[in-house]
Nanobody, 124 residues
Framework: QVQLVESGGGVVQAGDSLRLSCAAS????????MTWFRQAPGKEREFVAS????????LYTDSVRGRFTISRDNAKNTVFLQMNSLKPEDTAVYYC?????????????????WGQGTQVTVSS
């Protein structure tokens, strides 16, 4: 059982930056594909970014590509999401998720483990 704990959310203004972290309890963290999703009020949860086991490959949804960067530190069992040039439409609860099959998937159903989420609010 993998436990995931997100942190780093907050209230910022448009154009600002935030760095989210997700710490995992699992010693075999490097065997999990890690992904960030987000859910805005009244909307479905959506894929944001995903990173491969070694960190050598990353995928992004179109709306964040070029502004957000996903990375991981396998020695510290942590995945990060650096968010720059934030926009009001980035406001959401951000969740990290772990896939034990390492599939680098954008599908919610592919993920076995989820954190509790961290709120990001971007004001205009």
């Amino acid at each position: 059982q993998v436990q995931l704990v997100e942190s780093g959310g907050g209230v910022v203004q448009a154009g600002d930056s935030l760095r989210l972290s997700c710490a995992a309890s699992e010693r075999t963290f490097s065997e999990y594909c890690m992904t960030w999703f987000r859910q805005a009020p009244g909307k479905e949860r959506e894929f944001v970014a995903s990173i491969s086991l070694s960190g050598g490959r990353a995928l992004y949804t179109d709306s964040v590509r070029g502004r957000f960067t996903i990375s991981r530190d396998n020695a510290k069992n942590t995945v990060f999401l650096q968010m720059n040039s934030l926009k009001p439409e980035d406001t959401a609860v951000y969740y990290c998720a772990a896939d034990r099959f390492g599939r680098l998937s954008q599908l919610i159903s592919a993920y076995d483990y989820w954190g509790q989420g961290t709120q990001v609010t971007v004001s205009s």
